[in-house]
């Protein structure tokens, strides 16, 4: 028999209900904001009169970054970038992590590997010896410049490799007592079971790509090559009135600082909350089951 809950247990749920209505609400009121600011006017917000709804409602800071001529090829370089990088980083993972999963009778000197692959995740050579790198290989203004260089993403390696040593042994056992072989198992077995895990790598992938703008800056030359977080990163409010018609005019009164910078977040988050929601149920099932070792 289902009892009812006592006033006191009553009371603590919905003392439970608040915290975590208000806790949402501290967590959404930045986004709401830097949202209402990229669609105020310059004068509204430079005076700080904008709050979670805008005020002078318009377009300008958007319309002047999409009516920049670079901004739609930027866009292009970064979805590029998030295809190429995102499959080499997801390959590369998968098949560093399954070898390390195996015990030292399946592979020996397992444990030298992973420590050497720990060693680079804690220390590493330094922008000098990367950006030397780079120029020796002849690869500025070239989409490896902003691939090659994270190719190995080292957690996503320790996470995919802990959930393929948390797998039961006896799927393994069975899988060679039937004839197969490595290739068999990781591609038939390992990986299908693996999904969660596979989405939540996946997602450090594709949001670590996007949001990149540091090494656009420093390996790219010229502006068609940069990637959309770097083009926007260098985009600011030039106040040349020289050749500027009445319409240009017009809408560089409705811009600032402030405002574009706050369009510029809405537009490079925008991708990101599209794709979250559609791995969002793998994600934390993905980190807890990779996080801890038997």
Known sequence: MVRNKT????????????????????????????????FSDNAKAAGGLVKLWPVGFNFASYQKIIVEPHFINSFFVSVKRVLLGGSINFVLTVLMAYPLSKSEKEFPYRGVYTWFLLFTMLFSGGII????????????????????????????????????????????????????????????????????SLATVTLFSIVGHWNSFFDGMIFMRSVEYYPLQTYIQQLVVQLNTIDLDSTQAALLEKVSDKTLNAAKIVVSMTPILIIYPFLQKYFIHGIMLGSVKE
């Not at 919905?14 to 930045?30: E, K, N, R, T, V």
């Not at 490595?182 to 693996?194: D, E, I, Q």
């Open 129 to 196: 010896p990367l950006y030397l790198t780079v120029k020796t290989l002849g690869m500025f203004n070239t989409l490896w410049a902003l691939v090659l260089p994270g190719a190995v993403p080292v957690f996503n390696v320790v996470l995919l490799m802990n959930f393929f040593r948390n797998m039961p042994k006896e799927l393994s056992e069975a899988g060679y007592m039937d004839g197969a072989g490595p290739w068999f198992m990781l591609l038939k077995v390992f990986l299908p079971l693996s999904l969660p």
């Open 7 to 38: 006033f006191s247990a009553r009371l603590a749920d919905a003392a439970i209900l608040l915290s975590m209505l208000a806790i949402s609400f501290l967590s959404l009121a930045p986004v709401l904001h830097t949202i209402a600011v990229s």
